[in-house]
């Protein structure tokens, strides 16, 4: 059976979000935390209807200073009601245009804090199953965020990423590192190849660690991202991958 995987992008953040929607499956689109207010919202969620693209929620800690990349200290009320007022928003703005959210991932520090951090993770998983139990949960792969969402009832995506470096633990490399981001466009691919047909990566420190894989996320605010997504799209197309949002019918 040829592999699967959904293909997302974070949108809504400001960039030219047009060019990367015809290489992607899902959209995480920004809910006016760290980036994106209702304009911007209502544009994201037609693009994506046009391009066929899913559309998902990505709420963060309210602090556009630092795009939400800032590590805020929130009691767990405080994070879900945060998380449950971005994604409510979005689904207001989507149900206009006769859309549904399909999935919500947090961003930057929050999706951080969720990955090893259990109360974190589980009053996010409040949040979406208050906002809608259909929704899928998606948290860096083998972290606490999809565990958490599966022991409240919910679908979860176990998240790998093309162009950040690993950990030996599966975290993430800090952005403080200043290898943090991968560069270069071979050396991602062949990273994304791994993940996505292996169910491996290759650590910053040498190490071979396992990982699963059921969606690959690119970051759309790099400055070619738009290069890098048609890449990646023209390498699991030659890979046989079928590259296939996640479906609400299971629970419609």
């Known amino acids: 059976m040829p592999a699967r995987i959904d293909f997302n992008c974070d949108l809504g953040e400001g960039c030219d979000d047009a060019v990367l929607l015809p290489y992607i499956s899902s959209a995480n689109i920004a809910c006016g935390g760290h980036a994106g207010d209702d304009a911007t919202m209502r544009?994201?969620?037609?693009?994506?209807?046009?391009?066929?693209?899913?559309?998902?929620?990505?709420?963060?800690?309210?602090?556009?200073?630092?795009?939400?990349?800032?590590?805020?200290?929130?009691?767990?009320?405080?994070?879900?009601?945060?998380?449950?007022?971005?994604?409510?928003?979005?689904?207001?703005?989507?149900?206009?245009?006769?859309?549904?959210?399909?999935?919500?991932?947090?961003?930057?520090?929050?999706?951080?804090?969720?990955?090893?951090?259990?109360?974190?993770?589980?009053?996010?998983?409040?949040?979406?199953?208050?906002?809608?139990?259909?929704?899928?949960?998606?948290?860096?792969?083998?972290?606490?965020?999809?565990?958490?969402?599966?022991?409240?009832?919910?679908?979860?995506?176990?998240?790998?990423?093309?162009?950040?470096r690993y950990e030996d633990d599966g975290r993430l490399t800090p952005r403080t590192h200043a290898d943090a981001v991968i560069a270069d466009l071979d050396e991602s691919l062949a990273q994304a190849r791994q993940l996505v047909v292996d169910g491996s990566v290759v650590a910053r420190s040498g190490k071979s660690i396992t990982l699963r894989a059921d969606t690959l996320c690119l970051h759309g605010d790099r400055a070619d991202a738009a290069a890098f997504a048609r890449a990646l799209r023209a390498m699991l197309d030659a890979e046989g991958v079928i590259v296939q949002a996640p479906s609400r019918s299971a629970h419609a």
Do not use: M, W
């Open 43 to 164: 544009a994201t969620v037609a693009l994506c209807l046009r391009h066929g693209v899913a559309v998902g929620a990505h709420p963060s800690f309210v602090d556009r200073a630092h795009f939400g990349r800032r590590a805020l200290t929130l009691p767990a009320d405080d994070i879900h009601a945060l998380v449950l007022a971005q994604v409510s928003a979005l689904q207001s703005i989507a149900a206009e245009q006769n859309a549904s959210v399909v999935h919500v991932k947090p961003h930057g520090a929050l999706y951080n804090l969720a990955a090893g951090d259990a109360t974190i993770a589980t009053a996010i998983a409040l949040a979406v199953r208050a906002a809608d139990p259909a929704l899928f949960l998606v948290g860096l792969s083998g972290s606490k965020l999809p565990t958490a969402g599966e022991a409240l009832g919910l679908r979860v995506l176990h998240e790998v990423f093309a162009e950040r």
